[in-house]
Every structure is written in C-alpha cells, then in structure tokens.
C-alpha cells in the first residue's frame, strides 16, 4: 500500500451528497490533526451519474474505483429514474461496483448505542448492550445468477425468472471472512440458510461445516435457517455474535437487524473482496439506508451512518484502528448528550440538522483528540 492512499467518494443520490459532505468535513479533520494522509477523488454514480452521462457508471468511475485503495460510498436510487430499462436503473452502479471489483463479502454491524436505547423497536432488557456482524455475500447468489429475465409464454402471460446459485468457493470464501471475524469478538459463527427446501441452502450448510473442521475448529459454528433466525433476531437478538449468510437473506436479515439499534440513519457497512487477477483487497463503505429522496435537500439526513462507514473505512482499509474507535467514541458520546435528528428523535426531544449532527461529532473529536 502506498504512503498517500486514494479514496474515491461516490455521493450519488438523493441525500447522498448532503451526508458526505459531514464525512469529508472529518477526513478534512483527520489530515489536519491527525496525519491522515490520503488523496481525494470524486465522481458521479446512480441518478446523477444518468442526468450527465446516461449511464448509472462510467467505465472511467469502475477503473478509478478499482485503483482506488478504499471507495466511500453515499447512496444511489431516484424516482425519476423509475421508468427506465433495468440495465440503466440508478442501482445499477452498486451491483456493477461489488461485481467488477468482486466484492463479496458485505460486513454490516448491528451495534446500539446506549443513549438510542429507547429508539429500539425492541424492550430494553432484550436489546440492550446488542453488537451483532451479519456477514452477507454479495456478487452470487439469486441477484446474479443465471438464468434470469422477465419472458412472454405462448399464451401472452409472463414469468419472471430469478436463479439461486452457490458454489463451493463462494461460500467459503465469505465464510473465511465470518470466521476471521468472529476470532477477533466473542468466538460464534451462525451460518444461516434454507436448507430444508432449497438444495442451494444444503451445500451452504455442507461447504460451512467442511471449512469449519478443517481451519477453523477453535470458533464454534451453528446452523439456522433463515426464518427461524428472523423470528430469533427479534425475540434473543444478543444470542448472535457473527452471522453468516447469503445474498438474498443476509440483504432482509440485517434491515431488519437494523431496526434493534433504532434506525436504519444509525448503520454502516463495508464490502470487501479481492479483484479478479489482483492480490490486493478492495473494499467500498456506505450507510445501508438508501438515498431517502423523500427528505433529499431539506437538510434533515442523520449523517451518523455514513460517518460511521468512515469509520469503517479506518479500521479495515487504512490501518488506523485508533482514528476508527475514536470517531466511534465521538458519535456515542454526542448521542449521550441528547443530541437527536428526525429519525431517532422521540416524541417532544428537539431535532437537529444534518450539519448541526456532523458539528458536534467534530467538536466532540476535537475534545477526545
């Protein structure tokens, strides 16, 4: 890795933009007090790539993100896009980012804070002191596999086609990274699937066990099925350590995961995976909660999350662990000090703004610092 490592921003959509410019206000800080030492880029994905370029992503913004050592990422999806053929829908530009830069192992932590306690959706006793990892594979399963398409049959009625498909080495290779994980907190690996009706869920199961007794005996591994591990992220969530998963559940599981830490504003993620042909890693963090274009410019956007990805972004790609716990440390600490924006405000508690929420994790860094 080089001295001077290149991170790409990708804003993209709706209040993508406004939440990025709260993380780049950070980095800013980062290189002026703590030595941060990177070289910024910044390019158009999603709706706002389509207004200029007709296309959700460049080929120019994939080889930028590919030389990239990290890729920060806002949001993509615009309703004025709704109508568009598939191929050129503003989500396009993420599948194709996890798909050319072989992202496949998502990492999205499910951690509450302890001032957002009653923004749970959850009781108090069930959810407290909650810090669960959902590992979720992302460039397999039934969002890429083949055949797929909406066909006419003969009698003028349609079927829409979508196929699940695993192989050995894509689940282990998510399922190294479960592991790697759960080494590093409490130990536990669930691995969960549908194999009691899908033969997909059978090999994910088989090819989870294998690895398991080959390398990685000192962690203990359950199995659970997907709707079972549903109701269970509901009634015991802290029984969970690591989950590992496929594309499809792990993309339900961790929204609804996301709901016990009292809003999907609180919650980032990171992508990892290797290029095909490099021995480099790539990565690309973004907040999970979309572009939220129902709020986009009113200045209202919790930009927690995507400060958070940031934070992810220290920890796993630029070996600054230290930055990383600090910026954690300042967003619970501004929380603590009843700070609140629309969406993990309760009723009565006064509400700020997306600007106002980045000022304070600053001065609060600033203070830590």
């Known amino acids: 890795m080089s001295a001077r490592q290149k991170i790409l921003l990708l804003p993209g959509d709706g209040i993508g933009p406004e939440i990025m410019e709260q993380a780049v206000r950070i980095i800013d800080w980062l290189k002026a007090e703590r030595g941060l030492d990177v070289d910024l880029s910044e390019d158009l994905v999603g709706g706002a ?18 030389a990239a050592d990290a890729v920060l990422f806002g949001s993509v999806g615009d309703p004025a896009w709704k109508d568009v053929p598939f191929d050129r829908r503003p989500e396009v ?26 923004a749970s959706a959850l009781k108090p006793d069930v959810v407290r002191g909650l810090d669960l990892m959902i590992v979720r594979e992302t460039v397999g399963g ?8 909406i066909e006419t049959l003969p009698d003028g009625t349609k079927r829409g086609v979508n196929t699940e498909v695993y192989t050995t080495a894509e689940i282990e290779r998510v399922a190294r990274v479960a592991f790697d994980l759960a080494r590093l907190r409490s130990g536990r690996v669930c691995s969960v699937e549908k194999g009691n009706v899908m033969e997909s869920g059978l090999l994910w199961r088989e090819v989870v066990t294998d690895l398991h007794k080959r390398e990685y005996s000192d962690v203990t591994l359950t199995h659970m099925l997907a709707d079972n591990c549903a109701m269970q992220l509901v009634r015991d ?29 609180m919650l980032p993620s990171a992508t990892l995976g290797t290029p095909e042909g490099s021995d480099r890693q790539a990565a690309l963090y973004e907040p999970i909660h979309g572009s939220a274009p129902d709020i986009a410019g009113k200045g209202i956007a919790n930009p927690l999350a995507q400060i958070l990805s940031l934070a992810m972004m220290l920890r796993y790609s630029l070996d600054r662990g230290a930055d990383s716990e600090l910026i954690e440390q300042a967003v619970s600490n501004v929380l603590a000090s009843g700070l609140r ?29």
């Open 142 to 149: 039934v969002y890429f596999g083949e055949p797929r398409g």
């Open 93 to 118: 530009a993420i599948l194709r980012l996890r798909k050319e830069l072989n992202l496949y192992a998502n990492l999205r932590p499910a951690k509450l804070f302890d001032p957002l306690l009653s």
């Open 237 to 265: 969530p802290r029984q969970f350590d690591v989950m590992v998963t496929g594309n499809l559940f792990g993309d339900l599981l961790s929204d609804l995961a996301s709901m016990l830490t009292g809003s999907l504003g």
């Open 341 to 369: 924006t629309a969406d993990i405000a309760a009723a009565g508690e006064s509400r700020v703004s997306t600007a106002e929420m980045g000022e304070a994790v600053l001065k609060e860094l600033q203070k830590l610092a």
């Open 49 to 66: 790539s389509l207004a200029k370029h007709d296309v959700p992503i460049r080929d120019e913004v994939i080889a930028k993100a590919k």
